[in-house]
């Protein structure tokens, strides 16, 4: 049972400029891009690559996507095992909520018996 994924709130609410009317004035400021922000440090990303012997070569481009299935995957994760910390009453998740995620998703099965 996998958490469904809010949209972001910059989209929420957006619609063409047909839609705003023409009185309307646009965006002063529009909201940053979230796809063109890393929220994990690139440079550590790149040590973790480059500490592989198999990699010779890791581009600017190849870190940052890295960066971003790594985010999403934590993402994931900690929305499916904050799903069992509400069910047990609780705001702060503990490991057996990553236990109970890793456990009941099929996708996470690749994880089983890494926390132990």
Same mark, same amino acid.
């Given at each position: 049972?996998?958490?469904?994924?809010?949209?972001?709130?910059?989209?929420?609410?957006?619609?063409?400029?047909?839609?705003?009317?023409?009185?309307?004035?646009?965006?002063?400021?529009?909201?940053?891009?979230?796809? &063109?922000? =890393?929220? /994990?440090?690139?440079?550590?990303? *790149?040590?973790?690559?480059?500490?592989?012997? $198999? #990699?010779?070569? @890791?581009?600017?481009?190849?870190?940052?996507?890295?960066?971003?299935?790594?985010?999403?995957?934590?993402?994931?994760?900690? &929305?499916? =095992?904050? /799903?069992?910390?509400?069910?047990? *009453?609780?705001?702060?998740?503990?490991?057996? $909520? #990553?236990?109970? @995620?890793?456990?009941?998703?099929?996708?996470?099965?690749?994880?089983?018996?890494?926390?132990?």
């Amino acid at each position: 049972m996998a958490a469904e994924v809010a949209a972001p709130e910059s989209l929420e609410g957006s619609g063409s400029q047909e839609d705003a009317g023409p009185s309307s004035p646009p965006a002063a400021h529009p909201a940053p891009c979230p796809s &063109k922000q =890393a929220r /994990l440090p690139l440079s550590r990303i *790149k040590a973790l690559m480059k500490a592989d012997p $198999d #990699l010779s070569l @890791a581009s600017q481009e190849s870190v940052f996507v890295i960066s971003k299935a790594t985010e999403l995957f934590i993402e994931t994760i900690a &929305k499916d =095992a904050y /799903l069992y910390a509400q069910q047990g *009453k609780r705001k702060t998740l503990q490991r057996k $909520d #990553l236990d109970n @995620a890793i456990d009941a998703i099929d996708e996470f099965a690749f994880l089983e018996g890494t926390l132990d």
